[in-house]
């Protein structure tokens, strides 16, 4: 198989069509994590975000409901993680409304959103390199949901608890930069869950992962989802959107394209002519 460029959809290291294809299967019979209720956690309503004369995104409309999972794709430039800044107040939209369980985020400020509910991970995944591994979680865990009533060790805590559920614990007093990228990974997403997220936005956790990491990963983010915390993953690794995510949203130039199960929008001549291919569309079963 060729070898993906960055912001190219990506399958899961097989080195052929048909173990792509019977992969992906496979991973569609195992199940799309907890069920999710009616209950809307997440509303966008035609956000857009202008940036001078640079439209980044434009009428992007989505809802996240309670225990889902939600994936957004799209090409490098598509404007996700631009949605995923206003949704956590790093930028403000230009336009639309966002709000969480009732509440209209617009305007407020990041920490004050973390402390509601909302918590994320980043792309490039850069630890306190002088902290250790608990340390780091520790920062996360004064954070958040209870972060502000929460000791130094009440902290300290939490970090361990959390560091367990993401097989860190052994590392714990490990300077957090001898970590390999699969550690580091884990490392950033035990930092948003020390914040007690409702919501949890993944952007891109699986970048650098190959084979049983992407699979370990995707087992993580399912025992999270399986505790009640909603979900909305940026991911180019279309065997874990396929994977995990009830509904899919895709974006293509900052607008909307397609919204759906992963089967249907995998499907959508739209999505296979705007980021998929034709090659992925041609493995997809009739």
Same mark, same amino acid.
């Given at each position: ?26 991973? @569609? !019979?195992?199940?799309?994590? #907890?069920?999710?209720?009616? =209950?809307? +956690? *997440? ?6 975000? $202008? ?97 502000? @009533? !929460?000791?130094?060790?009440? #902290?300290?805590?939490?970090? =361990?608890? +959390? *560091? ?6 052994? $590392? ?115």
């Amino acid at each position: 198989m060729d070898q993906a460029r960055p912001g190219e959809p990506t399958m899961d290291g097989a080195t052929t069509d048909s173990a792509v294809t019977g992969s992906l299967e496979a991973t @569609r !019979r195992a199940g799309n994590g #907890a069920a999710a209720s009616g =209950e809307v +956690v *997440l509303q966008v309503r035609d956000a857009t975000k $202008r940036f001078g004369g640079v439209v980044a995104v434009q009428g992007i409309s989505f809802e996240v409901r309670r225990g889902e999972i939600v994936g957004l794709i799209g090409p490098n430039g598509a404007g996700k993680t631009t949605l995923v800044n206003l949704i956590t107040g790093v930028e403000r939209p230009t336009e639309g409304t966002i709000t969480f369980e009732g509440i209209v985020l617009n305007g407020r400020k990041p920490h004050v959103i973390g402390r509601m509910g909302i918590a994320r991970t980043f792309q490039v995944v850069r630890p306190f390199a002088n902290l250790t591994v608990l340390e780091n979680v520790a920062v996360g865990a004064m954070y958040g949901t209870g972060g502000h @009533r !929460r000791t130094a060790a009440e #902290a300290m805590r939490k970090a =361990e608890e +959390v *560091l367990d559920l993401v097989h860190l614990l052994p $590392r714990r007093d490990d300077p957090a930069a001898s970590l390999p990228i699969g550690g580091r990974k884990r490392l950033e997403l035990a930092k948003a869950l020390a914040m007690e997220p409702r919501l949890l936005l993944l952007d891109e956790v699986m970048a650098g992962l190959r084979g049983a990491e992407i699979d370990e990963a995707m087992a993580l983010i399912r025992t999270v989802n399986a505790q009640g915390i909603s979900i909305l993953v940026i991911e180019h690794v279309m065997k874990v959107i396929v994977g995990i995510c009830q509904r899919v949203v895709v974006l293509d130039y900052g607008r909307q394209i397609a919204e759906g199960t992963p089967d249907e929008v995998t499907r959508d001549p739209a999505v296979i002519r705007a980021y998929l291919g034709k090659k992925y569309g041609a493995r997809q079963p009739a």
